[in-house]
Structures are given as C-alpha cells and as structure tokens.
C-alpha cells in the first residue's frame, strides 16, 4: 500500500450481454494498488465476464474499464506487459516442459522475472524437466500462475485458481498468493469457496446475476449480518418445529427453514443454546443432527440471496 | 520500482530479454519440439510416403513382357496341330484343355484369347477387345497361326527395346508423392496445432501475454521451412536411391517449386483452421478440402484422363500444379519459363488464403 490510495483498477458502468442473457449488468467497482480484491459468487454470476473484460479479452457492450491509469486500445501492448494473467480453463501444451512453457512465456516480455526465480518462486523445481501433460492439476494450476508471473507484474488477475483442485494442492496456491500479497502486488481472483474469498482477500464483492450485490472486506460483510454464529438443526421423525417459537427464543435473530433443516441466527451462543434445547426438550422432540459454526461469507451470500453459492 | 515489491530471492534474477529468448526463436522451437514429440505426426510425414513408395514401386516395377497365355479345345479336330503352331512364339504359352474349361478361364482373365480350329482349316478367336492386353495376345497369336502356315514378312524389321528411367511408373510417382506429402504436412502441420491451442484455450492465453500475433503465425512458416528440406530429402533420395528416380534440372528449383507449394499449403491450412474450434470440426474440414485434389492432381496417374469439361476446375487446384511442375521439372528439367504457369497458379493461392486468413483469423 505504499503508494496509498492509487487506483490499479477502476470499472464504471460494465455490461455485457451474450444474446439475450445478460452477463454482467451496470457493474462498478475500484481495486486499490496493492490489494487483493476477490470477485466472490455462483457460476454463472457474471465473475469471468467482468475479469475477461478487465483482461482486455472481452469486448463489453457498455462501460469503461481503467487498469494502472491506461485503457485498452491506445495501451494495448503496454498493459499486456504489465499485467499477470491467469484464465480459468488453459490447457498449457502438454509436450513442453515446465522450463520450456517458462521460457516461452517469459520471451514475451521486454522485462521480467528470470525462469529460475518463477521455477523456485511456484516451487516446481523438482518438475523443471517434466512434460505439462504428466503434471497434477496442482502443478499445471502452479505453471499458470507462473506463466502470469515471469512478467513481473504489477496488477494480476486469477480466475479461479483453485477450482477443481485437492484441499491440499489448494493450500499450496494459497501460500503462494498469500506470498504474492505480502510482495506488494495488486491481485483480482474469481472464486466460488467462500473459505478461499475469506483467507485471502482484503475486500470482497459478491456477486450475483451480473450485479455487486455488496462489497467490502470480509470481517465487515460478516459481521453486516449482526450475527456472529448459525446454528443448524434436525428433529428427523419429530415433525415439524414451529417457526415462529425458534424466533422468538433468547439471542436469536431469525430463522430458516429448509428440508426438515433448521439454520438459526445467533447473536449470543452461550444463551441461545440453552434456550433451543429447552424449547425442543418441551415440545419433546428429538434432536438428530446440530452443527454451530461461526458466520462466514456463504451466510452472507445465503441471507441476500436465498441460495448457496454453490446452488448452480 | 517493481523491484521493491519481490521478496530477495526473486528480484536477484530479474533479468532483461537474452537473443535466444527472443519470442520468435522461442516459438519456432515450441513447433519443432511439439512435432518432434509426436511420433505419429512423425511417422505420418516422413515415413508413410516412403513406405507408400515403396510399396508402389515394387507393385508397378518394370518387368520383363509378360507370357501371354492362349486357350486351345484339345477337344477339336486339329488342336494339337494349332497349338505347336502359338507355342512357336516363346512369348505365348498354350492351355489345351476341353472347350468348357477354356471358356471359364477366359471369362476368368486368367487366359486371354481362344484359338479354335473351325474344321475348315480357318481358325477361331474368342477374346474380349475392350481389354488391350488381350487384342495384343490375339495379334501375337494370330501372327504366330499365319507364319507357321508359311506367310512371308514382305518388309525386313529389327526391334531395340527402352527401358530407360524416366519412363517408368516409379519416375511418375515420386514426384506425385512428394506434391501429396507437401499437402498433408503443410496444411496438417499448420492447421492441426493452432485449431489444438484455440481448443485448449491456450490461443487466448497467449494473447493475453504481450505475444506478437505476427510472430505467432511466422513461426509456423519458419518450421515448416525446416521440416519441408527433410521430407523433399526424403522422398526424392529415396526414390533416387531405391529406384534410380531421376532428378534432372538443378535443385535450386526443385527447392523453390517445393517452397513455393509448402508455403501454399500452410496457407490453406492456416485458412482452414482459422476459425475452428474443434479437432472434429477441422478433420473433415481438411478432409474436404484435400479430397478433390487426391482425386483429381494427378498424384498417382494423369491428370488428363479427366474430360475436357472439368480440365479447368482440375488445373486450377493447387496440388495439380504443384505436382506437374515437379514431374517437369524433375523428369525433364523443363527450364523455369515453361513451369511459370503453374508456379503462378500455386502463388496465387498462397496469395488469396493468407490474405484471407488473416482478414478471419479468431485468436480465442
């Protein structure tokens, strides 16, 4: 954040329709230099379209679209040097090998990073000398990132870059971002894990059908819900809970229902708790199945919309 | 500026762009080592022509005039008599067998003609006349009944038989083959990989680096121009080596007929490819472009056997004239000027389809 409030990315007005479904609609947002800014929503919510676009990949129907003070067209080529990009579904040429995918890459560009520095930077040292095609997918997920990064730039955009990856491969992308972070870079990442969204972004913007349905940073989202915990419940046999008594009990802010689940919202646990087991212990019904987690950024997605982000 | 925000480890190596890491070299070493690693591919440009070669080679190899074999009804008055009078020619070979028999190896092909006394002292040919090599048999037999019966050659004769290379199958297929090959790699060699990247989305990766598309495009020509010497080495060594196939006229311009083809080819095929987006998609995409011309370039027998009305549509094909230009050139050592028609006709089609797939070309 060194260079304080300079904008790496500004979007105004965005929108893009494919026939007649609309992709993004009248979208606006600021990424500031040096943060990591997450575009967070279901397939199909527009997030590919709008990095596409800021890509200078897509053609937007409306909007303009400002990176590092330059635009598309007059700065093309200069942009194209300085920004680090990732696509969703790149399939590198299977028959190169990492240093050879590296070297490519890195021809591109007036200046950059050397092709040992990214080898040692995504840690695929041992697999220097490997073909693409017999890598994991958490290793040919490391190339791509490392193909964004040999240019060394100063804004990088990351589409999904743990989609379809193991917990563990998964974690191994995340120390690398978190690691891009603390180097100072800007960075834009699609995601649809909202445990992704929450570790590794500064400030968040949900999206949904094209449009921001709300922005900011993770703990602020969170905490809009006025509610710190989610309770989840099933009587399995018991028959049906009455709705209306669950809200009405001590610390809980509202109730959902769904297919025989329970979801309450809790702003005090300690006296919440109590109060549900003596509501159900009166009506006498069992209790066969409880979770309680803290409220995170699908909650959030959950109350504005309704569905889980991972519905589609 | 950009230094200040790496870790240590990394920025010690930030490094400016060396000579061979010039996007162009690099390129152009990707399309070798793709092809190289890729043994079908492999196979399919530099060994299949050959063994086709060689197969058609031995298959059309020059022979000695073969034994024509003659049908005589031993059953007949006179038939013994008749066929001591055929096998007085050493080229002629005589069945004597009964009538019906004879019939059914005629119709079979595997005898020729029939020769049959008529009880009158005149004889009697069966044959079929539409086939050239049994009205020759009935002619040597006929010559053989009417010497043995005492006709003088009013007109002294002496033959001296050619065999010279040039004339012979082999001779007209190497250079048809090699037309074929030029086809195949450079319409495959350029169509199948960037149809492959636009497939893989890689096309648009690319094109998201600050790659210059120009680059791009030339390092498909550049290996193509590598790949093509091998496979005219290839093919005309080995027709030369194996078959004793002739190369006459300077190599110079069996290079630049070759180029000139090469590069028409990979045009068409950057054409072909230039906005499909599957393998499926471009395979009968090529299929169909390619067909008419096995067809009718004259690969493997003579253009002109076509009729009239569709001689224009078969000249114009590139192929075609890729191949008559190489057939001149190498059989006759026609001089440039006479191959210029030709030549003009592959220039204008690697013209027009690179033109043309540029102005279409999709990068994503």
């Known amino acids: 954040m060194t260079q304080g409030a300079a904008i790496a990315l500004r979007v105004r007005g965005l929108r893009k329709t494919y026939r007649d479904v609309v992709a993004v609609d009248h979208l606006d947002l600021e990424v500031q230099a040096g943060e990591c800014f997450g575009l967070l929503g279901p397939n199909g919510a527009g997030k590919t379209t709008t990095i596409e676009v800021c890509e200078g990949l897509v053609e937007p129907d409306a909007g303009e679209v400002e990176l590092l003070g330059r635009r598309w067209g007059a700065h093309s080529r200069e942009l194209r040097e300085r920004l680090g990009i990732q696509l969703q579904e790149t399939q590198l040429a299977d028959k190169l090998t990492v240093e050879e995918t590296l070297a490519l890459f890195r021809s591109f560009y007036r200046s950059g990073l050397g092709v040992e520095g990214v080898i040692a930077l995504v840690q695929l040292g041992e697999k220097r000398s490997a073909r693409v095609g017999q890598l994991s997918g958490g290793q040919k997920q490391r190339l791509a990132m490392g193909c964004a990064l040999v240019g060394d730039p100063e804004l990088l955009f990351l589409d999904e870059p743990t989609t379809g990856l193991d917990p563990q491969a998964r974690r191994q992308l995340w120390d690398l971002i978190e690691n891009l972070k603390a180097g100072g870079r800007t960075i834009v990442l699609t995601t649809h894990y909202m445990d992704e969204a929450e570790r590794l972004c500064d400030r968040v913007a949900i999206m949904d059908h094209g449009r921001i349905i709300a922005l900011d940073t993770p703990r602020a989202l969170i905490a809009s819900l006025g509610v710190e915990h989610m309770v989840e419940f099933a009587t399995g046999e018991g028959g049906p809970v009455d709705v209306q008594a669950l809200s009405q009990l001590e610390g809980v802010r509202s109730v959902r229902a769904e297919n025989g689940f329970y979801q309450l919202q809790v702003e005090r646990l300690h006296q919440a708790m109590p109060a549900l087991l003596g509501e159900l212990e009166r009506r006498g019904l069992p209790l066969t199945e409880l979770r309680t987690h803290s409220a995170t950024l699908e909650d959030v997605f959950v109350s504005l919309t309704g569905r889980h982000l991972r519905d589609e | ?364």
């Open chain 2, 1 to 364: 500026m950009s230094l200040s925000r790496l870790p240590d480890a990394i920025s010690a190596t930030n490094e400016p762009r060396s000579r061979a890491g010039s996007s162009l070299v690099q390129l152009t070493l990707v399309r070798y080592r793709e092809f190289l690693r890729e043994p079908e591919a492999v196979f399919w440009t530099f060994v299949f022509p050959i063994l086709l070669a060689a197969g058609l080679g031995v298959a059309f190899r020059s022979q000695p005039a073969a034994i024509m074999r003659v049908g005589v009804p031993r059953e007949t008055a006179g038939a013994e008599e008749l066929a001591r009078a055929v096998r007085s020619d050493p080229r002629l070979t005589v069945d004597l067998v009964d009538g019906n028999a004879a019939l059914r190896r005629l119709r079979s092909g595997r005898i020729l003609v029939i020769a049959e006394p008529d009880g009158r002292g005149g004889v009697v040919y069966h044959y079929d006349d539409t086939n050239p090599e049994a009205r020759t048999a009935r002619l040597m037999v006929d010559d053989a009944v009417q010497r043995a019966a005492g006709r003088p050659n009013p007109v002294p004769v002496r033959t001296v038989p050619v065999n010279e290379p040039g004339s012979r199958y082999i001779d007209f297929l190497i250079p048809g083959l090699l037309g074929m090959n030029l086809m195949g790699s450079g319409m495959w060699g350029v169509g199948f990989p960037i149809v492959d990247a636009r497939r893989k989305k890689l096309l648009k990766r690319l094109v998201a680096a600050p790659m210059s598309r120009a680059e791009y495009l030339l390092s498909f020509l550049l290996s193509r121009l590598t790949f093509l010497l091998l496979e005219v080495m290839a093919v005309v060594g080995f027709g030369y080596w194996v078959f004793g196939v002739p190369v006459r006229g300077s190599l110079g311009m069996l290079a630049l007929i070759s180029l000139l083809s090469s590069l028409a080819f990979a045009a068409m095929g950057l054409l072909v490819a230039s906005r499909v987006q599957t393998i499926e998609a471009v395979s009968g995409l090529m299929n169909f472009v390619m067909l008419p011309m096995w067809i009718f370039s004259g690969v493997f027998f003579s253009a002109e056997r076509f009729p009239e009305v569709i001689q224009p549509f078969v000249q114009a094909l590139p192929l075609t004239a890729a191949v008559d230009a190489l057939r001149a050139r190498m059989l006759e050592g026609s001089p440039p000027a006479e191959l210029a028609g030709e030549l003009g006709i592959v220039a204008v089609w690697l013209a027009a389809s690179f033109v043309l797939a540029l102005k279409i070309f999709r990068w994503r």
